[in-house]
């Protein structure tokens, strides 16, 4: 999350960009790991934050996507 939420939840979403990287090439289809990329409330994620999320997808279209739309 990187639009409308409290600052102690947000990180830059470079710095997001770039864990998701080196997480992707540590754990994803390693042993019986998969990585999953998941901009956590998706209302909450700016046009930025989903494209780079989509461009992991595209390095990466083996790995799996989800999100969910209500916190309650």
Known sequence: MDD???DYLRLPTKENYDIAKRLT???HNKHRFA???TPRFGLSCSREMLE???AIVKEHA???VQ???DET
């Open 25 to 27: 090439k540590k754990w």
């Open 52 to 54: 780079i999320c989509g």
């Open 35 to 37: 990585f999953c990329v």
């Open 4 to 6: 409308d939420s409290p």
């Open 67 to 69: 999100t969910h739309l």
């Open 62 to 64: 083996d790995v799996y």
